[in-house]
């Protein structure tokens, strides 16, 4: 259910942003470069990533090549710091793998969020009102896939479960792969994570 914000930090054109109160947390969604732009001052203090650089996304969305849809996430939940998440709509196959063998399905309207766009420290309760956020798309049909990729294996998104969708509508890809990152003088240290996990609703 759509509702009035209370004021932020921020002044956001309301124009440029939908909003949502999901539990606790308040969802406002950016779907244009205009709704981006106007995260700067909180995007750019949380930023990780040079994929998830502000400009390299403004940049990115401004080719006429681009085929994809941003879908922003700002979530503010009490006296905490937001969390942003930055995704995008974009046209994808449903993958599926036993063992070596891999199949393509049809293409999807996926809302895809890549570890790297995941900008603070969500904790339990914001990931769960994205999950219902999410959900919510899901059965809404405005999107036809929710594919998160990247997240460390024992990261929240692994948790997730859609209690609203049927079990035939949710698939998970775990494939665990070996990332080395040098952390200090002491030497390497291996980060394990996997290759993405998908939750997807057929029409």
Excluded at 60 to 87: F, M, N, S
Excluded at 168 to 175: D, E, R, S
Aim: proline share 7%; with cysteine.
């Amino acid at each position: 259910m759509k509702r009035g914000f209370r004021s932020w930090e921020l002044e956001f054109k309301q124009s440029l942003f939908e909003g949502f109160l999901v539990r606790s947390c308040e969802l406002k969604i950016a779907r244009s470069r205009e709704g981006i732009e106007g995260l700067r001052e909180v995007w750019e203090p949380l930023q990780w990533n040079p994929y998830g650089d502000l400009d390299y996304v403004l940049w990115k969305y401004a080719q006429p090549e681009c085929t994809e849809t941003p879908y922003v996430l700002l979530v503010h939940r009490q006296d905490q710091k937001p969390v942003i998440l930055a995704g995008e709509i974009r046209r994808m196959p449903i993958q599926f793998q036993i063992g070596y063998k891999r199949w393509k399905g049809p293409p999807l309207k996926t809302l895809s969020i890549q570890r790297y766009g995941v900008m603070g420290w969500p904790d339990e309760a914001v990931w769960q009102a994205v999950r219902d956020h999410l959900e919510e798309l899901l059965i809404q049909k405005e999107i036809e896939a929710v594919f998160l990729r990247g997240f460390d294996v024992n990261q929240a998104p692994h948790t997730l479960s859609f209690p609203r969708l049927p079990v035939t509508c949710t698939y998970g890809t775990k494939l665990v792969q070996e990332h080395w990152l040098v952390e200090s003088p002491e030497g390497l240290w291996a980060c394990p994570t996997s290759a993405g996990i998908g939750v997807f609703l057929w029409l």
